[in-house]
């Protein structure tokens, strides 16, 4: 015995497609009517009603449309959340009511935490101690002690104290532009190589058709651009 | 006021301020002198002069972190110190070139450290590509282009995620308004509020991670 389902028989279309109207039939106006209303509800998204209902239901069936991931955070945020979430957000509650801004006081910030508060610094920076910037000054020009304290720097020095000095300072001012000597001398040695002059041959692999000459000075800009840009670097010591 | 007085008036002000510019530059220009002479007293005073605004404008909100803008500043002075005899005064001042240092440390850093921050490589990158023609010559009006550009990236981070969440990022987070307030103007309880913020800086991680990896792509 087959599996295949076989044709109905002429008494089961008959129970199954009994009342149905003939595809081809002449429409009436009531019919019409209907007709023109699921067509233009078709097209509008906010209309209801059953025959809607079921040709969406045949739609989503056929052809389901992807969840708007804004639809799908919306869900979310009604889900209850885990206990991972709630200690999360407590960690992430605590940071921000103690107005920190800087996830350095913990030892392993979550990233959730850094990015709050990155996001709080690019929108409202706040600004660095005086005393904490002057000893940031202090420590790039050498007065940092061995010991970790740090020499403030005091932004208007006092004349003179500098009158005072000024013997003890020419002597250590000969020694140290010894010492700025052999510095450069070592340095000059270290710098990073500056591009140079050069063909723009190796610039062109394929040849240029006529009429393509913009192009061509724009390839060369571009090299000699990124070349001058290395340049300064290197000449400022920054590269 | 009349239109003659407040044309004068504003004439009077520009003036001013030029005239401000104009001793603020050559004071800066002898502290240059003497600093390439030599003189960390006079680097000293430049660096205290320039690089709090530099730190709270450009840094920070670029880095994300007190931490890492500070040590970026360390980095911008180490550079000064080590090449202030390399820099060429020319008719902009001393600030732009220091902010170019800066840049470059910043995005040096962003490079070594991969954490997730608002501001990209290639952000930096490009900051930097036009630092060199485009920072102003007056240090606030740099400052605050920079603070304005640090606002845009926020917005635009902001608008990448679902409004309910960003609106409790930016009440929360941006305006620092207390978390109960915040919940009741949310319509949830303050513990939902924890959460809700919780899930919306995840959101916002996630979608800045996306954005990162389309780049890369683009890169490639």
């Known amino acids: ?239 | 006021m009349p239109e003659g007085q407040a044309t004068r008036a504003t004439t009077d002000d520009l003036d001013a301020a030029q005239k401000r510019r104009a001793e603020s530059d050559a004071a800066d220009r002898v502290l240059v002198t003497k600093a390439q002479a030599g003189d960390r007293a006079a680097l000293g005073e430049l660096l205290h002069k320039h690089g709090a605004g530099l730190y709270r404008s450009v840094l920070l909100p670029r880095l994300g972190s007190e931490a890492a803008a500070k040590e970026a500043l360390s980095e911008t002075y180490a550079k000064v110190v080590a090449n202030i005899d390399k820099f060429v005064w020319q008719n902009v001042g001393f600030y732009p070139w220091l902010r170019t240092v800066a840049l470059r440390v910043a995005l040096d850093q962003l490079r070594a450290k991969k954490r997730l921050v608002l501001f990209e490589e290639e952000d930096l990158a490009r900051e930097l590509d036009a630092a060199q023609t485009a920072t102003p010559v007056e240090q606030q009006v740099s400052d605050h282009r920079d603070r304005e550009a640090a606002r845009a990236k926020v917005e635009e981070a902001l608008a990448r995620i679902n409004p309910r969440y960003s609106r409790a990022i930016r009440l929360r987070v941006l305006d620092e308004r207390p978390r109960d307030e915040v919940a009741a103007e949310l319509g949830v309880t303050p513990s939902t509020f924890d959460v809700l913020l919780h899930r919306a800086i995840a959101s916002l991680k996630k979608a800045l991670g996306e954005r990162g990896e389309a780049s890369e792509k683009d890169d490639e």
């Open chain 1, 1 to 239: 015995m087959s599996d295949r389902p076989s044709a109905p028989t002429e008494r089961e279309h008959e129970r199954l497609h009994g009342d149905e109207i003939d595809p081809d039939a002449p429409p009436s106006a009531e019919e019409l009517a209907a007709s023109a209303r699921l067509r233009d509800a078709l097209d509008d998204p906010s209309a209801t009603g059953p025959d809607l209902d079921l040709l969406r239901s045949l739609r989503a069936a056929w052809s389901p449309e992807p969840l708007e991931e804004r639809a799908h955070a919306e869900i979310l945020d009604d889900l209850p959340a885990s206990s991972d979430e709630l200690r999360f957000a407590a960690e992430l509650r605590e940071a921000l009511d103690d107005g920190a801004r800087a996830p350095d006081r913990t030892a392993a910030p979550r990233p959730e935490q850094e990015l709050a508060l990155a996001l709080r610094s690019a929108w409202s920076p706040s600004a660095l101690g005086d005393d904490e910037h002057r000893a940031i000054v202090a420590k790039a020009l050498g007065g940092a002690r061995a010991g970790g304290a740090v020499v403030a720097f005091q932004p208007r020095a006092r004349t003179t104290r500098f009158a005072l000095v000024t013997g003890a300072t020419t002597v250590l001012a000969l020694a140290a532009s010894f010492v700025v000597w052999i510095t450069t001398a070592a340095q000059q040695s270290s710098e990073a190589p500056l591009a140079r002059a050069r063909s723009t041959q190796p610039l062109f692999d394929e040849p240029f058709k006529s009429g393509e000459t913009s192009a061509r000075i724009d390839r060369i800009a571009i090299a000699r651009a990124s070349d001058y840009r290395d340049n300064r670097f290197a000449k400022w010591g920054v590269r």
